[in-house]
């Protein structure tokens, strides 16, 4: 069985609805409604708990074999994310002739081979770019801290923290090309906010003014104030935005996520967090994620009730008989390799 940890299926729920309806709505007539950008309030949860999961579960492997396999991670990654981002690029090539959603031929090779976070698709795969900076950061982790040891790869992350603003800023005074939400250099401290707070979480509960804020029922009022900051700095602003506005969305989320982690029977958010419609609506994220963006430009009027019944059942397709049938052949399959294993060492 997946290892499940407490609120983190709650906050996937969150974090796919917040960008299924940034894209419901984004282009409707509620006034303002961009300046709070939910949408990438969603997607930068979804890294903050990528970081943190992935890293987790990489410390937990160590600490039970004593080292971390590259190996084996890839193949893991590979059954989880692959068969169901397949199908979907499948079903798009398919769809493509018809005219119904906004689709290139171009937009297939940046989607497919996960570097669409520099060459953006329109529409339909438009929201391929996060999934480029998952897999980026797939690439990436398990090897620093394989190669460099876990104290220097975190330091390679609170590097981040630093890097990532600075080419935002860049960005903004249109010395560096890429969008300021899109490229992985430009994205990636979201994704070490989730690492550090993985490998120095104990740590931080000990220190006084972090386990108080974590603690408090206030907590909240940090992320609703730099939310109501971006905002206000969005269009005039925008470096502010992207230096200080996004870094401490970054860090509430994680003293969010904490809190959450920590108190999901005590508090009225984490129960609710745990509850078995959301923490369900949470398992099926990813595949909600791949079909909420197509089913949201889909060329032609669609009542909005059909968009999201439509993107539901298409998730739920995924998950059931694509995701969950994969990962049950890679379970097959690792205790094959292990019974194999252990024949040919008593031979």
């Known amino acids: 069985m997946e290892q499940r940890i407490s609120s983190l299926d709650g906050a996937r729920a969150i974090a796919v609805t917040l960008v299924f309806v940034w894209h419901l709505l984004v282009k409707s007539d509620i006034p303002l409604i961009w300046r709070v950008d939910y949408g990438n309030l969603g997607v930068r949860i979804f890294f903050v708990i990528s970081g943190f999961l992935i890293t987790f579960l990489l410390l937990a492997e160590r600490e039970r ?36 959603l ?31 900076v998952e897999e980026q950061f797939y690439l990436l982790w398990p090897g620093a801290i394989v190669l ?7 330091y390679a992350c ?52 972090y386990r108080r804020l974590v603690s408090s029922p206030y907590l909240v ?19 502010l935005y992207h230096t200080i ?3 401490i969305l970054n860090f509430s989320i994680v003293m969010m996520l904490d809190r959450y982690m ?52 298409l998730a739920v397709a995924s998950r059931y008989f ?7 052949l890679r379970r097959r399959l690792s205790v094959r390799a292990s019974v194999l294993a252990s024949d040919a060492s008593a031979a």
């Open 65 to 100: 074999t004593g080292t971390i396999s590259i190996r084996d991670f890839y193949v893991r990654r590979i059954f989880r994310i692959l068969p169901a981002y397949v199908v979907f690029l499948l079903v798009m090539l398919a769809v493509l002739p018809t005219g119904w």
């Open 102 to 132: 906004v689709l290139h031929k171009v937009d297939f090779l940046p989607s497919a081979a996960f570097f669409s976070d520099y060459e953006t698709p329109t529409d339909a795969l438009g929201h391929t770019w996060s999934l480029s």
């Open 148 to 154: 460099l040891g876990l104290r220097r790869a975190v």
């Open 158 to 209: 609170i590097a981040l923290l630093l890097i990532a603003p600075t080419f935002r800023m860049l960005v903004d005074l249109s010395l560096w090309p890429e969008p300021p939400m899109r490229g992985f250099e430009c994205v990636a401290d979201a994704l070490a906010c989730g690492c550090i707070l993985a490998v120095a979480r104990e740590r931080l509960w000990n220190n006084p003014l």
């Open 221 to 239: 009022l940090i992320p609703l104030a730099t939310l109501l900051f971006m905002a206000v700095t969005i269009v005039r602003a925008r470096i």
């Open 245 to 247: 506005g996004m870094p």
């Open 262 to 313: 920590r108190f999901p029977d005590t508090t009225r958010t984490g129960r609710w967090l745990n509850w078995a419609p959301i923490a369900w609506l949470g398992t099926i994220s990813f595949s909600l994620y791949l079909w909420q963006e197509p089913m949201s430009c889909v060329t032609g009027h669609l009542p909005l009730t059909v968009k999201v019944l439509g993107a539901l059942a």
């Open 322 to 328: 694509v995701e969950l049938p994969f990962l049950a």
